[in-house]
């Protein structure tokens, strides 16, 4: 199955390198999501933030955290993948690298989409559930 799948109709959410972390934390609950690509445009992407990242910025800093920018937190080495992917793929990137999210792009390195871990779990549960009715239906009708 193809990433293709997982990103029909599904938004991405972006957000500015000078936005403040105060403006990311107010965005990743306005949105309901663990993480923004980061994009001055909406196409190109600049780098990934996440809830990890604000966390990951907190110790010894929680007084300048408010403070501090996305471009101060963010990931810049971001690790992408296209509609084309094999959620198979998807899957072993992520559990590879320890990344939580994918940001998905055309051919020529355009944002369109994000997949999530929780997407890739939902449509493996989803097809597995697919496959074991499959299998009981046929076992059913075969005796």
Do not use: F, W
């Not at 929680?62 to 899957?91: F, K, N, P, W, Y």
């Not at 999210?101 to 549960?125: A, M, R, W």
């Amino acid at each position: 199955m193809k990433v293709s799948t997982i990103i029909a109709g599904k938004k991405v959410e972006t957000i500015s390198a000078s936005a403040t972390v105060h403006d990311l934390v107010n965005a990743l609950n306005t949105h309901h999501v663990g993480a923004l690509v980061v994009s001055s445009d909406g196409k190109k992407i600049d780098g990934i933030v996440s809830e990890r990242d604000v966390v990951r910025a907190m110790p010894g800093k929680l007084d300048q955290l408010i403070g501090m920018h996305v471009r101060d937190i963010m990931t810049v080495d971001v690790h992408t993948c296209t509609a084309d992917s094999t959620i198979a793929e998807l899957m072993s990137m992520m559990t590879e690298l320890r990344i939580r999210h994918v940001p998905v792009i055309d051919e020529v390195g355009n944002l369109l989409s994000i997949v999530s871990i929780g997407d890739v779990v939902k449509n493996y549960v989803s097809e597995i559930d697919s496959e074991r009715q499959a299998l009981k239906d046929y076992v059913s009708t075969a005796g």
